[in-house]
């Protein structure tokens, strides 16, 4: 299980409750879907809101998740735990938004990577940052910054970013989640995080406001 599936499961469904819960959704009862959407939506929004920058992004993917989930309930062979489903579930929801939803205008990442020379030296210095990436997001303007930043990627950068960096999942499940080898998901990360301190580069050096 995934860091960030694992924030999201809740401990309290599973064993023999959580088949039960699943046997009543699976049976149609109206009371367990609501027991659903009151338990997991707030997670699910909490996951949705990583991917999407917009609120009302975020609400709909969820949205999309609940009633795919609910639509698929009777296949659900109980090989992983509920909350994980959905985590799943959720996940591809907010990367669809993420596809075709509102957002910045994307960076070539071919501007945004570093260059390098003949002689294998990187061009130009790599300045040091004032506070680190870590402490960065955990602070609430700069973690804004951090995502504007990233909104700026190319969709299939920032999903890898994303699915690696944000969810923590490991790269063999983001390869499958994303339809790729693990060898174009390492790449695409290893970009993608050369492209993103690229932007925030300024910022980070505090010369920017």
Do not use: C
Not at 68 to 77: G, H, L, Q
Request: hydrophobic content about 40%; aromatic content about 6%; proline content about 3%.
């Amino acid at each position: 299980m995934t860091p960030g599936a694992s924030r999201f499961v809740q401990s309290e469904s599973t064993g023999t409750g959580e088949a039960d819960l699943v046997a009543r959704l699976q049976a149609g009862d109206e009371a367990a879907y609501e027991h659903v959407v009151r338990t997991y939506a707030p997670r699910m929004l909490a996951v949705a809101r990583r991917f999407l920058n917009h609120e009302q992004d975020a609400q709909d993917a969820v949205q999309d998740a609940l009633l795919s989930a609910f639509r698929s309930i009777r296949t659900f062979a109980g090989k992983s735990s509920l909350g994980t489903w959905l985590h799943r579930i959720v996940v591809n929801a907010a990367l669809a938004r993420l596809r075709s939803g509102r957002r910045r205008t994307e960076r070539s990442i071919d501007e945004l990577v570093p260059r390098f020379l003949a002689d294998g030296h990187m061009e130009g210095e790599v300045a040091a940052w004032a506070v680190t990436l870590d402490r960065a997001v955990a602070e609430r303007e700069t973690r804004r910054v951090v995502r504007g930043s990233i909104e700026q990627l190319p969709e299939s950068y920032r999903a890898v970013l994303l699915l690696r960096d944000i969810e923590g999942q490991s790269t063999a499940e983001t390869a499958e989640v994303l339809g790729l080898n693990e060898g174009a998901v390492k790449t695409r990360l290893h970009r993608a995080r050369q492209a993103l301190r690229t932007l925030l580069d300024p910022y980070m050096r505090g010369l920017a406001p």
